[in-house]
Structures are given as C-alpha cells and as structure tokens.
C-alpha cells in the first residue's frame, strides 16, 4: 500500500513562515504529479499548489507569490513552503500524489492524512 504522511503544520502569526513536508512510501512504479490541497472550514477543498514530473508547477491564485513547492524526487518527498501566510491561509493540507504502483497500473490518486495550518495573531 502507498502512504502519504504530511507534516510541518501547525500556529504561525500572520506574516510568518511554514514549510510543510509529504513523503510517499510503498510500492510505488513512478509519481506523475504530487501537489497540495486545502479545506477551511465552511470552505470547499481547493487545490493549492502542484509540480509534475520535471519541475513544472502550477499555484492556485491565492498563493502565488507567497507559496513555493517543490519535489526531492530521490526520497519521493513534497515541500511545501508557505511564506507571507495570511489568516486566509488557515485550512487543514492534505497532500497528493498522481502515481502508478505498476508500470501496467492505470495512475491513482493517494492522499495523506492532513496536517493543520492556524495562522493567527
């Protein structure tokens, strides 16, 4: 079986900085994406950040600029790191990754636990 486990959340002040983590374990054939999402409460569960295979990245609106993400291909591991946060920015952050098991499976979408963001004065 495939595991994501995210951590890195918790209180941080508005203006400050977090950095979140998400690494993949199991018997995995070769992650085609993995990014982030997060849900507030009230609040649909949106897409925050992704970066495929090479590189390429994609950030929801609302974080541009502020948000960086990135890949350690090697250790299957998502960064997320989270600066200039806001009180918006509050929200429980489930990671994601897009990958195949096995070089014939179709590619699967596996998510973590989720790991809460309080940005708070």
């Known amino acids: 079986q495939v595991q994501l486990v995210e951590s890195g959340g918790g209180l941080v002040q508005p203006g400050g900085s977090l950095r979140l983590s998400c690494a993949a374990s199991?018997?995995?054939?070769?992650?085609?994406?993995m990014g982030w999402y997060r849900q507030a409460p009230g609040k649909e569960r949106e897409l925050v950040a992704v970066i495929i295979t090479g590189g390429g990245t994609n950030y929801a609106d609302s974080v541009k600029g502020r948000f960086t993400i990135s890949r350690d291909n090697a250790n299957n591991t998502v960064y997320l790191q989270m600066n200039s946060l806001k009180p918006e920015d509050t929200a429980v952050y489930y990671c994601?990754?897009?990958?195949?098991?096995?070089?014939?499976?179709?590619?699967?979408?596996?998510w973590g636990q989720g790991t809460r963001v309080t940005v708070s004065s």
């Open positions: 199991g018997i995995i054939f070769s992650i085609n994406a």
């Open positions: 994601n990754a897009d990958l195949q098991r096995f070089r014939w499976a179709m590619t699967s979408r596996y």
